[in-house]
Nanobody
C-alpha cells in the first residue's frame, strides 16, 4: 500500500492549488482517506476525510467552503482542490489511508496506517 502526494507549490493569497494523492496496492474506495497538514512547530491538523467509497466527505471548519475533495476511480487518485487560499493554509499536506474505519472517517492522525510523503503548500505574496 503506497500513497504518493503531489501538486504543492507557491501561490498568492486568494489563489488555488490542486493536490493529488495517487494510491497503489489498493483501491481507494476500499479505504477511508484523510488529508492532514502540518506547519512548523504545530501538530498535524486534520483537513478533510472521505468515508469508504467516498460516500461522505467531511471538512474542518477552517477549510469548509474553500477546499473540495474528489476522487478519480479510474486513476485511483484522490484530489484536494484548494481555493481562496490564505497564508494560514501554508503547511506540508499529507494524504493518508485508514483500512479500519467501516462507516465513518477519522479526524485525527491516529488510525491512519498509511501515509503519503507530504507536499509543501506555501501561500504568500
Amino acid at each position: 500500500v503506497q500513497l504518493q502526494a503531489s501538486g504543492g507549490g507557491l501561490v498568492q493569497p486568494g489563489g488555488s492549488l490542486r493536490l493529488s494523492c495517487a494510491a497503489s496496492g489498493f483501491r481507494l474506495g476500499a479505504y477511508a482517506i484523510g488529508w492532514f497538514r502540518q506547519s512548523p512547530g504545530k501538530e498535524r491538523e486534520w483537513v478533510s476525510c472521505n468515508t469508504i467509497r467516498a460516500r461522505n466527505t467531511f471538512y474542518s471548519d477552517s477549510v469548509k467552503g474553500r477546499f473540495t475533495v474528489f476522487t478519480d476511480n479510474f486513476k485511483n487518485t484522490v484530489y484536494l482542490q484548494m481555493n481562496s487560499l490564505k497564508p494560514e493554509d501554508t503547511a506540508v499536506y499529507y494524504c493518508a489511508a485508514d483500512d479500519s474505519s467501516v462507516t465513518g472517517c477519522r479526524n485525527t492522525p491516529a488510525g491512519y496506517g498509511y501515509w503519503g510523503q507530504g507536499t509543501q503548500v506555501t501561500v504568500s505574496s
